[in-house]
Each structure stands twice: as C-alpha cells, then as structure tokens.
C-alpha cells in the first residue's frame, strides 16, 4: 500500500468500515455475479485459501472482501477461524479489517476469540491508536466472565491512554464490562470519575453514558465537571450532546431551586400595579426577597442556547425538553420556533416532536399560539400526525381563533381519511365544551353533519351531540327529534345506543316520540348489536316508570325478549330491570326508589386532552412517548426548597487556577525573581507545563465566546447580578491576572513579538465577533454584560496581589486598547478602580464596543420626512366633546429604548371645560407595556394639546387596548401600530448589507414578484413609495437596478433588511431579510400592494 492510502486509513477512523464495504463490492471477481448458482462453501473456500496465503496483497483483498459481505448484511460466521488467525499480522491495513470483523463476531464465537486473547493483549500496546482502540473494543465483545479481569485492566490502562480515541473506546467499554459483571461497579466508578475530568470533547459524552448506565445516582462525580460539561457541550459530537444535556437535566433539578415561582410573582405584581396603592405596597416587599438564578443554572441555559440551530433533531428536542425543565417560564418561549423548524423533518421525527408540543400546549398555550398555521394538517401527512395536530390544535383554540379553526375543521371533515374525519368531529365537541361562545354554533354544525352520506361521520357526530347535549339539555328538544328519525337510517351500533339513552333521558321532553321509538325497536331487537339491546332495555325501564300507559305491555316483552337473549350481560340487566320496575311480592325496598335510580341527573362528561397526564414524564423519552414508565426511565426530581451548597462546583476552579498561572518557562527564567516574589501560590504552581497553559488559553477563548453568545432575552440587571460568579467571569480574571504578569516581564522584549501577539488577539475576536453575530437575537447588552462579569472578577484577582509593584500596573494601563476589549479582558480599568461602578472612560471603551463586536451595521440614523398619518383614537362624539388623534412622529422614544414614540393630540370641541384627562385601565397583552402622559388638569373650550406617550409592542402588531378618561368618564381605545412604525433606520454600507443579507437567508427570507409600469420603478418613486410605508433608511447601492433598505426593529434590535430589485420588462423582486418572521411577512403584504400600483 502507498503511504498515501495509509495516512488516510490512519484518519479515517470510526468511518473505516462503511469505506472499505463500498470498496469491496468493486473488488469482487466477474464469477461472483453468479454467486445465486455457485455454492456459498466453495466461494468460501476460496476467501479461506487467500487468507492463508502469504502475500499481504491476497490477504488485504480477502479481507476487504469479508467485510463487504458484512456491510451487505450475509453471514461471515464461518470464516472466524481464517481470519482470527490473522489478528497477529504486521501490515495496519490488514489488522484494522481483522479487527472490524472481530468487533462483529467475537461474541458469536467466544471460545475461538479466546483462543487470541494474548494477542489482543499485545496489541493494546500497539503504538497505532486505531489498533489499540479496536483490540479494546474485540477485548470488551468477548463476553466471558473468565476475562473481567483482564478486562478491567485494559480499561483502566485504556483510561490513561494519550490518545483521546482510545479513553472514547474505554468508557463504551465500561458499559459492556458492566453488563457482563455487576458486581465490578465500585471500580468501574473510579474509572468513570477519572474520565469525567477528560477535556476531550470526544471523550465526554462516552463517558457520560457510561456514568448514565452505571452510577446514574451519584450526582456528586458531576459537581466538579459540572462547568467543563457545560463549555465543552457545543463542541462535543451530537449524540453525546443529547446524553450531556438529559444528564444536566436532572442534575439542574436536583441542585438549584426552581425559578418558576419568581416569575409567577412578576406576573402577579404587573396585573396589581395599577389597582391600589395596598397592591403596590405588596410588590415592594415582594422585592426586598428577590429570585437570583444561580450562576452555575445560568451557565447551563447560555450555553445550550445555540443548540437550538443544531442540524440534528434530537439534539434540538433535548434542548428543548431542558428548556421546558429547567429555564425561567418566560425564557422557554424560545424553544417553540426551533421545535416547528423540526415539524419540516420526516415523518417519525414530527411524531415525536409533535407529541411533545401537544404535551406542552397544555399548559403553556402562549408559546405555540404564533404558530398556528404550522399545526395546519396536509392531505399529504399519514393520519397519526393528522390526528396530533388536531390534539395541538384543540389544545391552542381561544376565542380570538375559534372561527378559523372551525373554517379549518370543515375541511377536515370532509376528508377521504375516515379515521381523521371522525377524530376531527370529536375535536369540534371538545372546542364547544372548552369555548362556550361557540358551543351552539358547534351545535349546529354538528347536526349539519347528521344529514352527511358518510355513515361514520353520522355515527360520530351523534355520539358528540349526545356528550354536548349532556351539557344543556333543556334548550334543544327539536335536535333530539331529529335525532330519532335518524334511527331508521343509522346503522352504526354506537350512535344507534347514543340516540336511544339520549331519548331514554329526555323521554319527558319528547313523550309523542319516545313511545313510538320504542315500538320500532322491539321490532328489531333480536337483530340489535349487543349495545343497543342495553339501551332499548334502559329506554323500555325508563318509560315504564313514566309512560306505563302507554308502553307497559311493550315493556314486558321487550324484558321476555331480553331474558332469552344469547347474551348473558343481557339477560342479567334484563332481570335487575324486571324486579326494580315490575312490583310483585316479592320486589325489595329499591322499588319504590326506581325512577330516582333511573331517571336521576347524570353527570356531563368532561372531554379531556389524552396527553394531560403525560407531563410526569420528562419530554422527548420513550416513557413519555409511550405513556408508561419504560425501562431505565430516570424520574425528573422536584426542585429542592433550598438549594444544596453551590460551592461543591468550585473544585475544578481551583484546579484549574493552579494549572494555569505560569505563563511559560522561557518567560518565568527571564525574571526569575521577580516571578517568585509576587505570591507563593504562583511559586508552588511554576511546575506545571506549557501544555496545560496552552490548553486552558484555549478554553479561555472559548469562554470569551460563550460569554458574547449570551442571551438577548437576559438583559435585566438582576440576571447580570447572577451571572458574575460564572465559571466565564473567573476565567477571564485569571486570564487578566496571566496577562499582567506578562506585560510587567515584557520590558526586554522587541516591539516585533508585541505586534505578533496583538495579531493573534485580533484573530481570536474577528471569529468570536462572527459567532455572535451569527446568533440569533444577539444585541450589545449581553456583551456589556460579560464585561461587567469580568471587569468584577478581575477586580477580585488584583485585590489578591497585595504584593504587586506600581511597575507592574503602569505598562499594563498603556497597553488597554480595543482588541483587548475585544477580547473581553479589560485589564486597567479595574485596578484603577476601588469602586464597582463603571467610570465614565470605560463606558465610552464599551460602547466602542458595543458597535465593533455586534457590527458595525447597527447605528441609527435620521428617519426620512414624509406626511404625517393622523389616526384616529377618538371621535368627538363617542367622546362626549373630547376628541383625540394620534400619529407616529418615528423619532426614538425618551421614555425608553424599546418603546415607539406616539404622539396624542386632544382636542375640546365642547363649550365647556374638561377637566382631570388621564390613562386610566389598561388592558395590554402580554409582554406590551407602556408609559402614558402626565394627567392634564384641565383642557379649554376648542382648546388643543398634544401629548407624548411610549408603547412598547414587543415586535409585534398586537393591539394596545386602555381607558382615556376625563372627571366625568372613561372612554375605551385603542392603539394598533402599523408594522412600518415598529422600526428605526439603520445607516450601513452596501458590503455591511450583503453581509447581514448572507446571514438572514432560509426561514428568515420572504420575497414576493411585483408587476407595475415602468415609471413607477425609477429610483424616486420606489423611495418615496417604501419610506411611506416603513420607518427604514436607504443604503448607498452599487447598482442602478437594486435598491436596498435597512432597520431594525424598534424592541429587540432585530434587523430588518429590504431590497427591491427590478427585473426586465415590468416586473421587480421585493425580498425582506429578517429574524423577525412574522413581522417580515406583514410587510412585504404591505409593501407589494403600494409598489404595485401607479
């Protein structure tokens, strides 16, 4: 073999075995395409004879050739011998293929496997990494229990190997070793916890398996990785990603107490605000015991976050399920745009997903309600996906969206898919009972149905109206008549029972008709399903207790009838109903009590969700998918009342800090001196190797990152305040403290080594700055956030060194520039300063900041003059004198960054004085908030004034409903922002564009073909025409047939790019760029009407 295939075997790794069974069917010889007539022993025979053979080449041949046979699925069983007795071969390329085969037939063939057991033995030693990790592998397969031992020893030596391939190797070992001897758990644990401490991402999501199969209880081992797990879980590979995260899972809700109830209170203290100044009082000693989130439970969610973009669905739904577990109800939100990203996934993955937001729209209705339309069902979707999205629909149907979906259900009904048809009826019978504004009008839809050819429509339709009818008997006598002349023609046995009990219960309320059902079905009663003999012998009881003139001798012989039935069940209730109704000598005391028994009020059936009892399972397990407590099912623990000492975690940090200190021996032999008289700690820590300073340079940066990905969401001050014992925060003091040190050794260094330093410093940040932009929501506080992190644990570190020379701090406050800041290590500032507040000097480095991280693109700039557009708030008349108009004048608001400034203009038509015009009720959805205007005391006769008010509508084109009020009245408004005015202008440059462009592409893009003359194209027009209609700025384009716009949104800084590009002849593309979905599509509905027409 050339050196080349062997350096790409080396690589290649795990996929080896895929790559050699493509590769064997082409060296296959012509003879065997005609294996189906030759006999399987003589070809055998010959795989045999070249494994025998002495040349490497015919060997190598016959063993890729064995290996395709494998990857084909046939039986190479037979060929053990042959082949085992190759294991010992000097070429790598022929042992790798013996032990792929091994791998797969050691456990078939035990006592052979055995045979080779010392050469397994040896090749443990094997300086390939490939060999060593496949001996261990073939090792482990063998399940003997004569071998745990040697076993054992190859997984503890395994544990220490250099190679991080091997320790993967070693901790899947551990799990088969388990297996086979239960009794090795105790020194199993110690391997587990020593490969626990492994930095390699390849290495830990094996062995959190491992700890998952064997010790799942002991908690303790995972204190002090808890950190290293969390950084390192965005670089582990996917399935060790979903075993880290359900891990975490549990832990976080052992460890940390929950963060629900805060958020309840908030929401609690927002609706009482406004009530009395009791309510008032009561939130204010609500927030002397604020909710703070531990640092470490903030961690686990940051770092989580962005796998939710994650191309794997099980990676996404383990996230999710975390979210949902463990996060703040308000931050769970996010979880539900990544989950209907997955629905576009093949039909198990939707099944699985859709089985879990089922579970989750029963409590938390708000998360899926934007997405409704998603849930729509497809002619094209197999009927277990239909009938769960009719459960989610069901589980999402208000009032605001009844009339929609009872518009979508019709459709359903009249599907060719009769199983979905009849689920979609009882679905429409739990809608009416949940929402009762619309109960009669599913009502009457329902008895629409009864007249549908389609019997099973019919059958289920009756047997809703029956459950509905339950509900409210008296008011619908005329619908049970109709019913009962459906008897005729209705053959299914459970709405011909439905009918007949609803009859028997309001016998009362149709006495002309009930008898004569009774005739028509003693006719028939021998023919009768089972079902319905039960309820004509209920009907006959009960109309003999009402009616007996009428139908006592048909009573009797229906119960002759019943007593001869072939059923038992039947001549059983026929028996009880003779002795309760038919007084004779010898009735019991229950006689007299027979109508009560009968005809006594029953109960309305409560339609529920079948997943409402699900949610004692944690989502996205086979338990939960199942509904039953599966093998191995881990249960969720309840949060602890108070939460155990977080200082259990802190271990790993201390290590670490030992590790990292040095900063090099060259540099520590420079100042020799000077190095050992700063602290003692550092002096006990000078051992440590290059290695290790490397490695933890490494994790600092990714820190670095971790802490700019941070969430949007977070940005409240208490959030921050938790966040500033992050194991992020501690990094990067330490990393301030190396960096000192550094900067007080550098005089006798050249200024050509600086400049090299510097340009690492920048690479680092260009490619943390794209992560963050890459993200989803970023904005500049959560940077601001991690510089304030850091700033105070940096702070700590100095307060240390009570030893440090001036010397020491005067190069390194020369040295702060804005790639150090990129770097989040700002180093001067904190020494300088004794107290934690910001100085005015770091604030302005910040927002320097603030603008390069996030890039450069988003800076606000001066919204475009056009006409003001006067909307009205209320008319004189409905306002008894007092009108009001508002406008929005599309300048940033003063009373806060996130809301839309609005202007009022009041004007008093009367002749007479309006006195006390204030904000009174406010009925806001939720997240909307809003700051009115000062009370004006009095307004003159036609007098006029405008006021100013700030609303914030969250991004989105809700309603914001409240009360003007004067002296005398209250009038209701409302205030509905055209989607155009919940944007500021953004001032880029056109490579700024393009780039932001490039990362708003997919889910994030709506485009629309637009067809209008000529003249209505020219550069003037389309300005004019898009300023009118959205609050954006023009970016300079290169090209005379492409015009681009920018904003963002005016909440959550989401950029919102637009460009209009004109094809030939009359026609033009409008393409918006946007996070902001929902928002993106109303405008581009808006936006093409207007450049359309002339």
């Known amino acids: 073999m050339s050196s080349n295939s062997f350096s790409y075997n080396e690589q290649s790794g795990g996929g080896e075995a895929t790559e050699l069974g493509q590769e064997a069917t082409s060296t296959i010889s012509p003879s065997g395409a005609f294996g189906l007539f030759s006999s399987d022993l003589k070809k055998n025979e010959d795989l045999k004879q070249m494994l025998e053979s002495n040349k490497d080449s015919a060997k190598l041949d016959a063993m890729k050739r064995i290996v395709g046979m494998i990857a084909k699925g046939k039986n190479a069983s037979e060929l053990f011998p042959a082949v085992v007795k190759n294991v010992a071969s000097k070429n790598i390329e022929i042992k790798k293929l013996v032990y792929v085969y091994l791998v797969r037939y050691a456990e078939e063939q035990q006592d052979l496997a055995l045979l080779s057991i010392s050469t397994f033995q040896r090749a443990l030693k094997d300086p390939n990494q490939l060999i060593r990790a496949s001996a261990l592998r073939v090792l482990s397969s063998i399940r003997v229990p004569i071998i745990v031992p040697i076993m054992m020893l190859a997984i503890k030596e395994a544990s220490a190997d250099l190679s991080p391939y091997v320790r993967k190797n070693a901790a899947h070992a551990i799990q088969k070793l388990y297996s086979l001897d239960p009794e090795q758990k105790e020194m199993l644990i110690e391997v587990i916890e020593k490969l626990l401490k492994d930095k390699s991402t390849l290495v830990a999501g094996s062995v959190v398996m491992a700890f998952e199969e064997v010790c799942p209880d002991r908690i303790d081992l995972i204190h002090k990785n808890y950190r290293k797990l969390c950084n390192l879980l965005v670089d582990v590979e996917e399935w060790g990603q979903v075993v880290i995260i359900h891990m975490l899972t549990r832990y976080a809700r052992t460890q940390f107490v929950s963060p629900w109830k805060e958020g309840d209170e908030l929401e609690d203290?927002?609706?009482?605000?406004?009530?009395?100044?009791?309510?008032?009082?009561?939130?204010?000693?609500?927030?002397?015991?604020?909710?703070?989130?531990?640092?470490?439970?903030?961690?686990?969610?940051?770092?989580?976050?962005?796998?939710?973009?994650?191309?794997?669905?099980?990676v996404v739904m383990a996230v999710a399920q975390l979210y949902w577990h463990i996060s703040p109800k308000s931050e769970a939100g996010i979880i539900s745009k990544s989950l209907v990203r997955l629905l576009r996934s093949n039909r198990e993955v939707q099944y699985i997903v859709l089985q879990n937001i089922a579970t989750m729209s029963i409590q938390r209705k708000g998360m899926f309600e934007p997405y409704l339309k998603s849930f729509y069902v497809r002619s094209t979707d197999p009927t277990m996906i239909k009938t769960l999205k009719l459960e989610i629909l069901t589980n999402l149907a208000n009032e605001a969206n009844i009339s929609t979906l009872l518009r979508e259900f019709q459709t359903y009904v009249k599907s060719q898919d009769k199983q979905f048809a009849a689920a979609t009826i009882q679905t429409i019978g739990r809608c009416a009972t949940n929402i009762l504004e619309v109960t009669d009008t599913c009502?009457?839809?329902?008895?629409?149905?009864?007249?549908?050819?389609?019997?099973?429509?019919?059958?289920?339709?009756?047997?809703?109206?029956?459950?509905?009818?339950?509900?409210?008997?008296?008011?619908?006598?005329?619908?049970?008549?109709?019913?009962?002349?459906?008897?005729?023609?209705i053959t299914v046995p459970v709405a011909r029972a439905s009918i007949l009990w609803l009859i028997g219960e309001n016998c009362e309320r149709v006495p002309k008709i009930a008898p004569d059902v009774l005739r028509k079905m003693a006719k028939?009663?021998?023919?009768?399903?089972?079902?319905?003999k039960l309820q004509i012998l209920n009907l006959g009881a009960k109309l003999y207790l009402t009616n007996s003139k009428q139908t006592k001798l048909l009573t009797q012989y229906i119960l002759n009838l019943g007593k001869y039935d072939q059923n038992y069940d039947i001549r059983d209730r026929t028996r009880f109903i003779r002795q309760l109704i038919v007084p004779n000598e010898k009735s019991g005391a229950?006689?007299?009590?027979?109508?009560?028994?009968?005809?006594?009020?029953?109960?309305?059936?409560?339609?529920?969700?079948?997943?409402?009892?699900?949610?004692?399972?944690?989502?996205g397990t086979l338990s939960h998918t199942l509904n039953i407590k599966a093998t191995g099912y881990l249960e969720l623990s309840n949060w602890p009342e108070v939460a155990p000492d977080p200082s259990v975690r802190n271990v790993e940090v201390i290590e670490l800090a030992k590790e990292w200190t040095p900063a090099g021996k060259a540099k520590q032999e420079n100042s020799a001196k000077k190095f050992y008289s700063e602290s003692e700690e550092e002096e006990d820590s000078s051992d440590s190797s290059s290695d290790s300073e490397s490695e933890s340079?490494?994790?600092?940066g990714e820190q670095g990152e971790s802490g700019e990905e941070g969430d949007s969401n977070e940005d409240s001050s208490e959030d921050s305040s938790s966040e500033q014992d992050s194991e992020s925060g501690r990094e990067s003091g330490l990393e301030n403290k190396r960096t000192a040190k550094r900067n007080s050794k550098a005089k006798g260094k050249s200024d050509s080594e600086d400049g090299e330093k510097e340009n690492e410093k920048s690479k680092t940040s260009d490619s943390s700055n794209a992560e963050s932009s890459s993200l989803e929501d970023s904005s500049s506080d959560s940077e601001s956030e991690s510089e304030s992190e850091s700033e105070s644990e940096s702070r700590k570190v100095t307060q240390e060194k009570e030893k440090k020379t001036k010397q020491g701090r005067t190069p390194l406050t020369k040295d702060v520039s804005l790639l150090d800041l990129d770097d989040f290590n700002p180093v001067s500032t904190p020494v300088a300063l004794p107290t934690p507040a910001l100085s005015p000097s770091l604030m302005a480095d910040l927002?320097?900041?603030?603008?390069?991280?996030?890039?450069?693109?988003?800076?606000?700039?001066?919204?475009?003059?056009?006409?003001?557009?006067?909307?009205?708030?209320?008319?004189?008349?409905?306002?008894?004198?007092?009108?009001?108009?508002y406008f929005f004048p599309r300048q940033p608001c003063i009373f806060g960054d996130k809301m839309v400034s609005i202007q009022i203009t009041l004007n008093n038509t009367t002749d007479q004085k309006i006195e006390n015009i204030h904000i009174g009720e406010k009925k806001l959805p939720i997240g909307l908030k809003m700051h009115v205007f000062n009370p004006i005391d009095s307004l003159e006769p036609e007098g006029s004034i405008t006021v100013s008010m700030g609303i914030d509508f969250c991004d989105s084109t809700q309603t914001a409903s409240f009360q003007l009020c004067t002296k005398d009245d209250c009038f209701s408004?409302?205030?509905?922002?055209?989607?155009?005015?919940?944007?500021?202008?953004?001032?880029?440059?056109?490579?700024?564009?393009?780039?932001?462009?490039?990362?708003?592409?997919g889910m994030n893009e709506t485009s629309a073909v637009i067809i209008a003359a000529p003249q209505n194209f020219t550069p003037s027009v389309i300005f004019q025409k898009v300023v009118n209609i959205a609050n954006v700025g023009a970016v300079p384009s290169g090209q005379d047939n492409i015009h681009r716009f920018a904003a963002k949104t005016v909440h959550s800084g989401s950029l919102m790019l637009v460009t209009v590009e004109l094809k030939e002849g009359s026609t033009a593309q409008l393409i918006i760029n946007t996070e902001k979905t929902v928002i993106g599509s109303v405008l581009l509905r808006e936006l093409k009407p207007v450049l359309s027409q002339g």
């Open 269 to 314: 203290n927002e609706k009482n605000f406004y009530e009395s100044d009791d309510a008032q009082k009561e939130k204010t000693d609500k927030r002397k015991k604020p909710y703070t989130m531990d640092p470490d439970h903030r961690l686990l969610i940051r770092n989580t976050k962005p796998l939710l973009q994650s191309r794997n669905a099980a």
């Open 443 to 489: 009502l009457n839809g329902l008895v629409c149905l009864l007249s549908n050819r389609d019997e099973i429509v019919v059958a289920e339709s009756v047997v809703v109206i029956k459950k509905l009818l339950q509900m409210q008997p008296v008011q619908h006598g005329e619908i049970i008549k109709h019913m009962a002349k459906l008897l005729d023609s």
């Open 524 to 532: 028939s009663f021998t023919s009768e399903d089972d079902l319905v």
């Open 590 to 619: 229950l006689s007299k009590y027979a109508k009560k028994i009968f005809l006594a009020q029953k109960p309305a059936p409560l339609l529920e969700s079948p997943f409402k009892d699900r949610d004692h399972f944690q989502l």
């Open 697 to 700: 340079g490494s994790e600092s």
């Open 847 to 885: 927002e320097g900041l603030n603008l390069s991280t996030s890039s450069s693109v988003i800076s606000v700039s001066t919204p475009v003059f056009v006409p003001t557009k006067t909307h009205v708030l209320l008319h004189r008349m409905s306002g008894k004198g007092l009108a009001a108009h």
């Open 973 to 1001: 408004v409302n205030v509905q922002p055209p989607v155009g005015e919940l944007l500021l202008p953004v001032a880029m440059s056109e490579k700024d564009f393009k780039k932001e462009q490039g990362m708003l592409t």
